[in-house]
Each structure stands twice: as structure tokens, then as C-alpha cells.
């Protein structure tokens, strides 16, 4: 009897040790890099803002293999475009229903080079949230989910779609401030959102910014990515 009481002691005791040793931002990496390494996944990213705010972009679907192709359907203004992005390489529908490659892109005038930008910066949701974790003070269990306040550099890189550290021409930011939150289902990630606010600056005009994304996983391992073949020309 004493035997087994002694081994339900060390036992509770382990169990406690390892808990105390748990720390929230591991487990959230952890959950990104286990959907990472699943053989494909989709998922719907929907941005909210503020009534009367003149950026309202619509939902982006996506879809991703492991080591392979990702395919993006975004809408904006009523518009549908989609990417496809393979490595540096991408490839983005024309107006008129072709596709174009991500330097012809790069080298058009107006939106163009918003949307270049954006692809050259883009991640799939495995990859940013590891990255947005990195950037969270202080990552606490909230109820079913994980939460914390983004630090001032990460709500920036947040808040104007440019890479961590990133340098060079741009807009500049003040005022950031943002909030993070991730959710985990059977210890993959299912779903994460960012809120971030601040004064967006760029070429003398300013403009506030509130913006609340959100990310939601599906189709885990049941995801088929179907390339059109001139996207696949395009892909240089």
C-alpha cells in the first residue's frame, strides 16, 4: 500500500513538474509546425474593419502542399484574382483572364505592385503564425485559446504586409499596437487572429488603421491544389 501511494505521489509530482514547464508559445510553434508537415491543408482568411473604411478587402481562400504548390483565390471590390505561388516563383490572373508572372507584376503601375508585394511576402498560415508568436509579449491560455498583446515592431510588420526586419522604401508606421490569438485542435493549429491598429503614412497621405484578421484551417490532409497549365507557365 505504501508502495503505491509513494508512486501516485511521484507520479502527481511529475505530472505537475512538466505543467509548470509547459510553455504556451512552444505548444502554439509546436501546433504550426505539426500542420506544416501535414501533406496539405486549406484555409479562409476574412478581414474586418471599420464601417466607411476604404480598404474592404474580401475573403482569401487558400490551399497548400507540403513542398509543393499554393494556390489563392482573393476577392477585393467585387473582384476574384487568383495566385499561384511555388517557391519565389509566382503567377497572378490578368484582367482579361490570363496570367502574368510575379516580375511582370513587379514591373506594372498602380495595384500591380501592391499585389507583388504582398506575394513576395507571402506565408502560408503554418509559417506566419510561428513567426507572429515570436512577436507576442506575453502568450497566455485564455479560455480555449492562446492570447497575448503583440509587441510595437510585430502590430507594424502586421500592419503594413511587409516581412520581419524588413527595410527599404515604404510606409511608415505609428501608433501600433495589436492583439493575437491561436487556437489548437488535437495539438495542430486550427485557427488564429491578429487585431492591429496605428497611423499608416506613405507618400505624405495618412490613413488610421483597425483591422481584425482572421485565419480558419480546414481539409487537413484532403486538400487537392489544381494548377491551371498557363498558370503554370507563368510560374518564372
Avoid at 510553455?23 to 496539405?40: H, R, S
Amino acid at each position: 500500500m505504501k508502495t503505491s501511494v509513494l508512486l501516485g505521489m511521484i507520479t502527481t509530482m511529475a505530472m505537475s513538474l512538466l505543467a509548470a514547464d509547459s510553455n504556451p508559445k512552444d505548444e502554439v510553434i509546436g501546433a504550426a509546425k505539426k500542420l506544416a508537415e501535414k501533406p496539405n491543408y486549406s484555409w479562409k482568411t476574412t478581414i474586418a474593419v471599420p464601417e466607411g473604411s476604404q480598404f474592404r478587402p474580401g475573403p482569401t481562400e487558400g490551399k497548400t502542399e507540403k513542398d509543393g504548390v499554393t494556390l489563392l483565390t482573393m476577392s477585393f471590390g467585387g473582384n476574384e484574382s487568383q495566385a499561384v505561388l511555388k517557391g519565389e516563383k509566382a503567377a497572378v490572373t490578368t484582367p482579361d483572364g490570363g496570367w502574368q508572372s510575379i516580375a511582370e507584376l513587379e514591373n506594372a503601375e498602380g495595384p500591380g505592385r501592391f499585389w507583388a508585394r504582398m506575394l513576395r511576402n507571402f506565408k502560408a498560415p503554418a509559417a506566419q503564425a510561428s513567426e507572429m508568436v515570436a512577436d507576442v509579449k506575453d502568450l497566455k491560455k485564455d479560455g480555449d485559446a492562446y492570447a497575448g498583446d503583440l509587441t510595437e515592431a510585430g502590430a507594424k510588420t502586421l500592419l503594413t504586409f511587409r516581412p520581419r526586419g524588413g527595410g527599404g522604401e515604404g510606409p511608415t508606421v505609428s501608433d501600433a499596437k495589436g492583439t493575437a490569438k491561436f487556437w489548437l485542435k488535437d495539438g495542430v493549429l486550427a485557427k488564429y487572429e491578429f487585431k492591429v491598429t496605428g497611423k499608416v503614412s506613405f507618400n505624405g497621405n495618412d490613413r488610421d488603421v483597425d483591422r481584425t484578421t482572421t485565419t480558419e484551417i480546414k481539409d487537413i490532409g484532403s486538400t487537392k491544389v489544381e494548377v491551371p497549365a498557363e498558370a503554370k507557365q507563368n510560374l518564372n
